[in-house]
C-alpha cells in the first residue's frame, strides 16, 4: 500500500542552523502539507502547497521557513535558522483533492539545541 | 482563538466498553472533517465526513456528522486494549486548503 515517507526519522541541530526536512507523498497525490507537534500539544498546520505553490500557510510558517517540491516526488521544509522552539515533529502529508482526505508521514523529530 | 474543542479531554475504559468522543467546531465553511487515530507517532486516517447525518462505519468504529450544529461524533464499539490512542478531528477549510486539529480525546482502554 503506497504511504508517505519522511526522512530522516530524527534529526539534531544546533540553534541558527538550516535544516531541510524531506517528504515524499504518495505518488498520485496533488496537495501536500507540512504540520509540526510540539511534545504534548496538538497538531499544529504549518502550510499546503499545491500545483508548485504554496495553497495557505499559517502565522507559525513565517520568513524562516520555506518549502519546495524539487522534482516530480519530493516536498521537502526548510528551516533557516532555527531556534530551540523549533523543536518538535514535523510531519509532511498529502491528499489526492483538496480538503480531502490526508495520509501523515512517520514524521521527522527536530531537537534544536 | 480555538476552532476545535474536543470532549473529553481523556476518558478511561474497560475492555468491552462503548465509547463517544466528541468534537465541536467553529469553521462554518467547510467542506469535510477528518477523524485520526493517533497512538505513539503520526496520525493514522479513521474517517472523512462531508455529508451530514451519514454515518460512516469501519468495523467498531463510526462517526457521524453535524453541519447545522457544527459537531461530530466518533462511536467505538466493544473496545479493545489496541484502541488506546489520541483521537484528532480536523474540520477543513476549502478556501485555503486547511485543516483544524483539535487537541484531541486521549483514550486508555484497560483490561
Known amino acids: 500500500e503506497p504511504e508517505v515517507t519522511q526522512t530522516p526519522s530524527h534529526q539534531v541541530t544546533q540553534m541558527g542552523q538550516e535544516v531541510i526536512l524531506r517528504c515524499v507523498p504518495i505518488?498520485?497525490?496533488?496537495?501536500f502539507y507540512w504540520y509540526r507537534q510540539i511534545l504534548g500539544q496538538k497538531v499544529e498546520f504549518l502550510v499546503s502547497f499545491y500545483n508548485n505553490e504554496i495553497s495557505e500557510k499559517s502565522e507559525i510558517f513565517d520568513d524562516q521557513f520555506s518549502v519546495e517540491r524539487p522534482d516530480g516526488s519530493n516536498f521537502t521544509l526548510k528551516i533557516r535558522s532555527t531556534k530551540l522552539e523549533d523543536s518538535a515533529m514535523y510531519f509532511c502529508?498529502?491528499?489526492?483533492?483538496?480538503?480531502?482526505?490526508?495520509?501523515f508521514g512517520p514524521g521527522t523529530r527536530l531537537t534544536v539545541t | 482563538e480555538d476552532k476545535v474543542v474536543q470532549s473529553p479531554l481523556s476518558l478511561v475504559v474497560h475492555e468491552g466498553d462503548t465509547v463517544t468522543l466528541n468534537c465541536s467546531y467553529e469553521v462554518t465553511n467547510f467542506r469535510s472533517l477528518l477523524w485520526y487515530k493517533q497512538e505513539k507517532k503520526a496520525p493514522t486516517f479513521l474517517f472523512m465526513l462531508t455529508s451530514s447525518g451519514i454515518e460512516k462505519k469501519s468495523g467498531r468504529l463510526s462517526s457521524i456528522l453535524d453541519k447545522k450544529e457544527l459537531f461530530s461524533i466518533l462511536n467505538i464499539t466493544a473496545t479493545q486494549t489496541g484502541d488506546s490512542a489520541v483521537y484528532l478531528c480536523a474540520p477543513g477549510d476549502p478556501n485555503f486548503n486547511k485543516f483544524y486539529f483539535g487537541s484531541g480525546t486521549k483514550l486508555n482502554v484497560k483490561p
Open positions: 502529508a498529502s491528499s489526492v483533492r483538496a480538503a480531502g482526505e490526508q495520509y
Open positions: 505518488s498520485n497525490h496533488l496537495y
